[in-house]
């Protein structure tokens, strides 16, 4: 069974750092891997999509890495602003399963201080 | 170009009720997809579909039940609703399996009392 972690769950960084998140995952089988952004009481915003063939894509300061082989992909964001304050969840899309289902991880909370 | 269309935005249930969240999209996508969200969590997989007239369940089907008439739409029937179904409920769909992105609605935000 898949499963997808992301680390750290939550990260207060101040205005203008650059930051990592991590997400891992347990099974390679896979067709793409989703980076979503979730404001508070809101629906998910599709931040980046990385295809298992692909190694990395980059809109604007995000820069996003697969490694499938390891399991594991970045999301790097680059001089940090108090409007990225927002949790980021990664979703990897199985190729093994019935439906195509996309599993997620439970988020990495992130607070960006002016 | 509406994308994915999820209602009510907020429901309030008392216990042993039913209801329906309804789920549209209008891009044609042959899979789509119910999630739920509990607080802190990420989102566990309800139901799904391949296509009109195919449903299947996820991980945590049970007091839901789907259909799928048309491709467009993908109810979601909650019948005698109980406290641990409160939670937010995601509807999303695909074009098809491999390569394109997920598109979400903006979720039901459910509470049975």
């Known amino acids: 069974k898949q499963e997808v972690t992301q680390i750290p769950a939550a990260l207060s960084v101040p205005e203008g750092e650059n930051l990592v998140l991590n997400c891992s995952f347990t099974d390679s089988a896979i067709y793409n891997l989703q980076w979503f952004r979730q404001d508070p009481g809101k629906g998910l915003t599709s931040l980046l999509l990385?295809?298992?063939?692909?190694r990395e894509q980059t809109s604007g300061r995000l820069n996003a890495s697969l490694d499938k082989s390891s399991g594991r992909s970045t999301l790097y964001i680059a001089a940090s602003q108090p409007g990225d304050s927002a949790t980021y969840l990664c979703a990897v899309r199985e190729r093994e399963t019935s439906g195509s289902r996309l599993t997620f991880g439970e988020g990495t909370q992130l607070t960006v201080n002016p | 170009n509406a994308g994915v269309t999820q209602t009510p935005k907020f429901r309030i249930l008392k216990i042993g009720q039913s209801m329906t969240l309804q789920c549209a999209q209008d891009?044609?996508?042959?899979?789509m997809y119910w999630y739920r969200q509990d607080p802190g969590m990420g989102l566990k997989l309800i139901y799904y579909?391949?296509?009109?007239?195919?449903?299947d369940k996820g991980e945590v089907p049970n007091g839901y039940n789907v259909s799928r008439s048309t491709t467009e739409d993908f109810p979601l029937r909650l019948e005698l609703a109980a406290p641990s179904q409160t939670s937010v409920y995601f509807c999303?769909?695909?074009?098809?399996?491999?390569?394109?992105?997920?598109?979400f609605g903006q979720g039901t935000r459910l509470t049975v009392v």
């Open positions: 990385i295809q298992s063939s692909q």
């Open positions: 999303a769909s695909i074009l098809d399996r491999r390569n394109t992105e997920a598109f």
């Open positions: 579909s391949v296509g009109a007239g195919i449903t």
């Open positions: 891009m044609n996508h042959n899979y």
